[in-house]
């Protein structure tokens, strides 16, 4: 039981310092291999926390857990996982809560839209490009067009995806 705590404020420590669970995994190695696992075990925890559906963050800090302490290091982990986030996005929707009625924010959102709007033009044209940076084919922009069409058309996103994705793979080989 005395070692829980530790490994509580861990977790605390490791979702406090990285923003994402792929950007988590290096700190935790830091702090878990060599104190609660050897690098084989945590290797295997990644993968295996990888293979399943759900949150590999959360599946790599209860397995990380489970290895130092059992179910309660499992359970404890997975709160010192969960509780950063859960505290930021309380005091995020709070003072957006707190200033909602504001003008200046309706005219702030309505300040991002274009510049939003913009960025996902370039990164739609940088994923048509590919990594070579190779000019965007016909069939690529037949089916970008054919894609919007539909969708105006009030299709259901899923079937609008499914069916590109369909024709990517008959026409785009």
Do not use: C
Not at 1 to 19: E, G, S
Not at 87 to 112: P, Q, T, Y
Not at 161 to 172: C, D, K
């Amino acid at each position: 039981m005395h070692n829980l705590w530790p490994l509580f404020l861990m977790f605390v420590k490791v979702n406090l310092l990285t923003t994402s669970g792929p950007a988590s995994v290096g700190l935790l190695y830091k702090e878990a291999v060599g104190k609660l696992m050897d690098e084989s075990q945590f290797v295997e925890a990644v993968g295996f926390s990888s293979v399943l559906p759900g949150s590999d963050a959360l599946q790599l800090a209860m397995f990380v857990g489970y290895s130092a302490g059992g179910i309660p290091g499992a359970l404890v982990a997975l709160m010192g996982s969960i509780l950063p986030p859960t505290v930021i996005m309380l005091l995020i929707v709070s003072a957006l809560k707190f200033v909602s009625g504001e003008v200046w924010v309706g005219n702030f959102v309505r300040g991002l839209t274009p510049a939003v709007a913009v960025l996902m033009v370039l990164v739609a044209v940088k994923i048509f490009r590919g990594e070579s940076g190779t000019p965007i084919g016909l069939f690529t922009v037949l089916i970008g067009v054919g894609s919007l069409a539909a969708y105006l058309l009030k299709a259901p996103a899923p079937l609008v995806l499914l069916a590109a994705g369909i024709l990517g793979i008959i026409f785009l080989r």
